[in-house]
């Protein structure tokens, strides 16, 4: 019995494709957020991302507020459950 792989049919999907749309899902819904939100967003989302303490420095946050900060306007861009 051949397996779902071995089928002709079967593309994998490449890791930089994946990762571009990614990227632009995120700044699409990075626009979404409120520019304080977009101005700690925005530099996380460099490659390689900007390092904690120049992103503190920056917006003047103290670096170990960063990461929650980052997550609670990430979770701000997923959709409300019904």
């Known amino acids: 019995m051949a397996s ?8 994998p999907s490449s890791s ?19 520019p304080r939100c977009q101005q700690l967003i925005t530099p996380l989302l460099h490659d390689p991302p900007l390092p904690y303490a120049q992103i503190g420095a920056t917006l003047g946050i103290p670096v170990g507020s960063i990461a929650h900060a980052a997550w609670t306007s990430y979770a701000a861009t997923r959709p409300s459950p019904p």
């Open 4 to 11: 779902a792989r071995s089928n002709a049919s079967f593309v």
């Open 16 to 34: 930089s494709a994946v990762a571009r749309a990614t990227t632009i899902a995120s700044r699409e819904a990075l626009t979404c957020l409120p």
